[in-house]
Each structure stands twice: as C-alpha cells, then as structure tokens.
C-alpha cells in the first residue's frame, strides 16, 4: 500500500540550511552568519564578540542578537568576562529549532484544516437552511 503525500510536501523542493533561515526566519545575511558562528562558539558569545567577528556597531549587534532571540535561535545566559556578569548568548541547537519549527508547522497545518472544515460545515448549514 502507498502512501499518497501530503499536501504539505507539494510545490516545495527541500531548502538548505541557509535557505531556511533566510526564508522561515526571515534572516539578514550577517544574522544567519551570526547565528552559524555561534552554533561552532564552546562558550556564550557577548555583543562586544559579535562586535569584532562581524565588524560592526555595537548597535547592530544588538539588533542582530533581539532578532535572533526574538526567532528562538540564540538563548541569553549570564557569563562572567573580566569579572562583571554580562548578558551571554549561546545558539540554540539545530535539532531544537527544527523540532519547535516542525512543531509550529504542524500546529498551522492543524488551524488550517479546521478552518477549512469549519467554513464547510458552515456552508453546509447554510445550504441546508433554505
């Protein structure tokens, strides 16, 4: 017996990495250069880090770690450098985001297919009731 496929799997050849987290995560180039830096990073990264590898302000450092917390890719974790507690980040692990992104796929494709059957059924009481 065969499966047929899902409506998913149609129209949508397999993305790379790079691709995913430009197209899904809707990603500048230097945030997912940032964020495949960290996933080799042993220890939290700082702005200041993020500062010299990608030779930019402390502004858009800032800007590029919000995005990429505010996406689930990076988790903030404090880490003591030249004896202050500063804000550290460390990469969320790929199997993580692809777990939650598969997961939040999954929950759209749910609502998606409820509302299709409630607006049938709607439909139909409506048809019914003339």
């Known amino acids: 017996m065969t499966m ?3 409506i998913r799997t149609f129209g949508y050849p397999p993305m790379s990495p790079g691709q995913l987290l ?3 995560f809707d990603l500048s180039g230097e945030e997912e250069r940032l964020y495949e830096w960290m996933l080799t990073q042993e220890e939290p990264i700082i702005p200041d880090d993020v500062v010299e590898f ?3 302000s402390s502004s858009s450092a800032y800007r590029y770690i919000d995005t990429l917390e505010n996406r689930g890719l990076i988790v903030e974790k404090a880490v003591y450098r030249s ?3 500063r804000s550290g980040y460390v990469a969320t692990p790929p199997e993580e985001v692809s777990d939650a992104l598969e997961d939040w796929i999954d929950r759209r494709y749910e609502l998606c ?3 299709i059957e409630n607006r049938t059924f709607a439909n139909e009481i409506e ?3 003339d």
């Open 54 to 56: 990608l030779g930019c």
């Open 83 to 85: 004896k202050q507690l």
């Open 113 to 115: 297919q409820e509302a």
């Open 127 to 129: 048809c019914n009731a």
């Open 22 to 24: 430009e197209k899904v």
């Open 4 to 6: 047929e496929p899902s």
